[in-house]
């Protein structure tokens, strides 16, 4: 709902003097044919409900495009879109709300077939939480680069074709002694993945990348 409001604002708002949905800088931006058009609908509900007077004289489109009217970047419309960040905050709660912490017993099962809203907020709380722990020890520490894990990321699209071609075959899939048996889902699984990791790193290696 919020995502619409934003959406419905931003492209449909007409904006006098400006064209509707306009996102660009004003000032000498688009050859200078929308000097007062800074921010479009966000800049100009916020000069109309708050006034000039309340916002950034200079704010950074003022450096490089010039732009002569005040224009905050922390606006109202703006406020929209990270209130939705700071929901993807709680998505952890979501999930121990609509799972209770369970397998099955939940409100809503985690169910990756349906994609059931349960799936979603486990699976995206999983992710930001690794990157937490991830963004100070790769990024800001510099205590592990990553590897090997970056070398299938920097061949993503060569390692996706790859298992889809060759995932009935030897040595990533084998006949397993009990079919229903996790375990040996699992240990195939990790196996196939390695394999995968090894041959990305070989093409980083001899610099082999499939791009589009």
Not at 53 to 77: F, M, R
Not at 187 to 204: F, H
């Amino acid at each position: 709902m919020l995502e619409s409001i934003w959406l419905a604002l931003t492209f449909f708002l007409p904006v006098p003097g400006c064209p509707t949905g306009y996102l660009g800088p004003g000032g000498i931006g688009d050859l200078g044919k929308y000097p007062n058009c800074t921010g479009g609908a966000a800049g100009y509900i916020d000069r109309l409900l708050l006034g000039d007077d309340h916002l950034y004289q200079h704010p950074s489109s003022n450096v490089l495009y010039h732009t002569k009217v005040a224009y905050d970047p922390e606006g109202i419309l703006g406020t929209i879109n990270s209130i939705v960040m700071a929901f993807l905050g709680v998505q952890g709660l979501i999930s121990v709300a609509f799972t209770k912490i369970s397998e099955n017993e939940g409100f809503i099962p985690v169910n990756k077939n349906l994609w059931s809203i349960s799936y979603v907020t486990t699976l995206s709380s999983f992710a930001f939480f690794i990157l937490f722990i991830l963004y100070p020890v790769v990024d800001v520490k510099g205590l592990w680069t990553g590897a090997p894990f970056f070398y299938p990321g920097m061949n993503s699209i060569l390692v996706y074709v790859g298992h889809e071609v060759f995932h009935n075959y030897f040595p990533f899939q084998w006949r397993l002694q009990d079919n229903q048996s996790h375990k040996e889902h699992l240990i195939q699984n990790v196996v196939a993945t390695a394999v995968w990791v090894l041959i990305a790193y070989i093409l980083y290696k001899k610099k082999i990348f499939w791009k589009i």
